[in-house]
């Protein structure tokens, strides 16, 4: 499912024919978010990150629901390589740190989804549909502190406008912890990708709507970026 701010969400594809089809283009990794999972209550679809897992050979990110040490395992042996938490870590900060020793580092990628509030930017939970009071630069370094090993960082105000990345909170948090930041939210031309990789100071970009639409494909981005001296793997 895809939207424009975390809202009206529509139908984009099946997520195992799509995960295939992207490694097929040459993505370098696949992230599965099951965005209604917290919402409503339930635990990432495990069936389907197996699934999904099945048929690819690059690195898997599943996240979504995700409350507890025993479905971090349960999502690790279905296949994913790596899970993505919010807001059970938002709600017990203590859930980074148990998984990160129990799983390693590697595993642990703490998802901030946030909105500009005055000079900053406030985290949010449950979708996007919940404000916490956290200030996302402060809680990506605790993130950082507690063993997380990348940050997924998500401008709701940007999410599925195809408008471009938030360049300023990415570089932010980009410029103030040490561990990967993957940039989400906002992806509409290469030029957009190229910039937040640059300028924004991100380790990875996220996007979905482009390509889910089709508008690119993975490797029209990856030359676009070639062409420009930014290193990508084109290998495939």
Do not use: C
Request: net charge negative; charged share 25%.
């Amino acid at each position: 499912m895809k939207g424009v701010r975390f809202e009206n969400l529509k139908d984009a594809g099946d997520p195992v024919e799509l995960a295939a089809f992207y490694e097929e283009q040459g993505a370098d990794e696949i992230v599965f978010l099951d965005i209604s999972a917290t919402p409503s209550g339930r635990e990432t679809m495990i069936d389907v990150v197996r699934d999904t897992a099945s048929v690819l050979s690059i690195p898997l990110t599943v996240g979504g629901g995700v409350r507890t040490l025993d479905h971090f395992a349960k999502l690790l042996s279905a296949g994913a390589d790596k899970v993505s938490i919010n807001t059970a870590a938002v709600k017990n900060p203590e859930i980074i740190t148990v998984a990160a020793d129990e799983f390693g580092s590697q595993a642990v990628v703490v998802a901030i989804d946030a909105k500009r509030k005055n000079d900053g930017w406030e985290v949010y939970v449950s979708a996007g549909k919940v404000p916490t009071g956290l200030d996302a630069l402060e809680w990506a370094k605790e993130a950082e502190r507690r063993g997380a090993g990348e940050i997924l960082l998500t401008s709701i105000d940007y999410d599925g406008t195809q408008m471009g990345y938030d360049l300023e909170l990415t570089r932010l948090v980009s410029e103030n912890v040490k561990i990967p930041v993957i940039a989400s939210g906002g992806a509409g031309t290469p030029e957009h990708i190229y910039e937040v990789l640059t300028e924004g100071k991100a380790d990875a970009a996220l996007a979905a709507s482009i390509f889910h639409y089709k508008k690119y494909s993975v490797r029209e981005i990856k030359e676009y970026l070639h062409q420009r001296g930014v290193p990508v793997r084109l290998d495939f």
